[in-house]
């Protein structure tokens, strides 16, 4: 299940329209850009693998505009601090050996060459993130909260649909940071939203001193007096529609998604004792979860709207 969710608008041209509407050609072209194995000399490697695991081989799934696909980052450890360590160890040796110190090109050829028994021999981490897009409303969302990484897999994916997929990160139309604030100093909520327990309240002066609030009410009166003292909210818990509940950044990034277990149980069909169509019943469930959040926050952080 998708737990973080970093989000991002996209226009997508009648060319990429057509491809998203028929499933046979993106799967192909996903699958194209597959994650390669990673040979001895690569310190990482990228790229798309099938949704539901190996043994489904579908590189896709779609569902009334929902997209998503999974792409994969496999790193190998090689911690500076251990290449510097054998280098020094090195140096030392071949010095003491060669009487004289070692020139720089001599150093530099050395680390390489460390650089490259170790890559060979390091262990290799593997992190899987999961893409959806809402191919209607133009709306995508990376699995994770860092930036970074986030572009990363949207890159691939451009290039995969050919080299033309204008994903923008998420951009408000009001200060995210004055609009949360007042979800609690004023009782602002918009429609559907109901305040959670946990809360961040920053201040903005150079102390930028920090409250964190866990498992409380948010509307008590040392919550309001912090408010009133200046600061301001940059992330917050919130419900929407007893569906789902989540932290909402101040860069309307979504964390620790969770969908509430009574929706699920009214919505979700019991397990049928295939494991593929049991994810693929949850991630619809998701597709559909994602697509009315995320239409609800752009509204939500709408200044024209009130």
């Known amino acids: ?6 989000l991002y608008s ?6 990429l329209r057509e491809l998203f509407h028929h499933e046979s ?13 990673m040979s001895e000399s690569d ?7 099938p949704l539901f695991g190996r043994s489904a081989h579908a590189y896709t799934f779609s569902h009334n505009g929902n997209h998503f696909f999974r792409f994969v980052e496999e790193n190998k450890l090689l911690p500076t601090s251990v290449v510097n360590q054998v ?6 040796s071949r010095e003491e050996e060669m009487g004289r110190a070692l020139k720089k090109n001599e150093k530099k050829a050395l680390k390489q060459a460390i650089i490259t028994k170790m890559l060979a021999q390091a262990f290799v981490t593997r992190r899987d993130l999961l893409i959806w897009v809402n191919s209607e409303k133009g709306l995508v969302g990376v699995s994770v909260t860092a930036a970074k990484r986030a572009e990363n897999a949207i890159t691939y994916l451009r290039k995969a649909l050919g080299g033309s997929f204008p994903a923008k990160p998420f951009q408000p139309r009001c200060v995210v940071e004055d ?3 007042n979800f609690i100093a004023k009782n602002e909520l918009p429609q559907g939203f109901k305040l959670g327990y946990d809360a961040v309240l920053k201040s903005n002066d150079d102390t930028g001193a920090t409250v964190r609030v866990t498992k409380d009410d948010l509307t ?3 919550v309001i007096s912090h408010l009133k003292a200046g600061k301001v909210v940059t992330e917050l818990q919130l419900n929407f529609s007893e569906i789902a509940t989540f932290v909402l950044a101040n860069d309307l990034t979504v964390k620790r998604l969770s969908l509430e277990d009574q929706y699920l149980e009214q919505n979700l069909p019991k397990s049928s004792g295939d494991k593929i169509a049991d994810l693929q019943s949850m991630i619809l469930i998701e597709g559909e979860t ?17």
């Open 1 to 6: 299940m998708i737990k973080n969710v970093r």
């Open 10 to 15: 996209v226009a997508l041209d009648d060319k």
């Open 25 to 37: 050609e993106l799967e192909a072209a996903i699958s194209a850009m597959r994650l390669k194995p």
């Open 43 to 49: 310190i990482s490697t990228y790229g798309f693998a």
């Open 87 to 92: 280098l020094a160890d090195e140096v030392e």
């Open 179 to 181: 609009r949360m604030t």
């Open 220 to 222: 008590t009166a040392e």
């Open 290 to 306: 994602l697509t009315e959040l995320v239409t609800a926050l752009t509204r939500a952080f709408d200044c024209e709207v009130r």
